[in-house]
C-alpha cells in the first residue's frame, strides 16, 4: 500500500506562488500516475492536474491552467504542484493521490494540506 504526504501548504496573499510536495512511500512509485486534488469548505473534491507515471503527460483543470504545473521527479518518489497566481478561489485543503498505471480510480489518498489564499 502507498503513503502519500503532503507538505508545502500554507497562507499567502493574492498573487502569491506556493509549491505543494507529495512523497510517497512505495519504491514502486514510478508506476503510479500521480494527481492533485482539492476540496473547498462546503464543497465537493475536484480535480487539479495529473501527470503520468513517467512524466511524459500532463492534464489541468481549467481555472488552473496556465497558473499552476505538476511535476515529478521519481528518483525521489515525489510530485509536486507549483502554484502561482493563486487567487481567494484556490483556498482548500490539497490532496495528492496515486493511480495504478491501468485502473480508472485513484486508490491512495495523503492526508491533505492546507493552502489559504488571502485577498
Known amino acids: 500500500q502507498v503513503q502519500l504526504v503532503e507538505s508545502g501548504g500554507g497562507s499567502v496573499q493574492a498573487g502569491g506562488s506556493l509549491r505543494l510536495s507529495c512523497a510517497a512511500s512505495?519504491?514502486?512509485?514510478?508506476?503510479?500516475?500521480m494527481g492533485w486534488f482539492r476540496q473547498a469548505p462546503g464543497l465537493a473534491r475536484e480535480f487539479v492536474a495529473q501527470?503520468?507515471?513517467?512524466?511524459?503527460?500532463?492534464s489541468y483543470a481549467d481555472s488552473v491552467k496556465g497558473r499552476f504545473t505538476i511535476s515529478r521527479d521519481n528518483t525521489k518518489n515525489t510530485v509536486y504542484l507549483q502554484m502561482n497566481s493563486l487567487n481567494p478561489e484556490d483556498t482548500a485543503v490539497y490532496y495528492c493521490?496515486?493511480?495504478?498505471?491501468?485502473?480508472?480510480?485513484?486508490?491512495?489518498w495523503g492526508q491533505g494540506t492546507q493552502v489559504t489564499v488571502s485577498s
Open positions: 493521490a496515486a493511480q495504478q498505471i491501468y485502473s480508472v480510480k485513484y486508490e491512495y
Open positions: 512505495d519504491s514502486t512509485f514510478s508506476s503510479y500516475n
Open positions: 501527470i503520468r507515471w513517467s512524466g511524459g503527460f500532463t
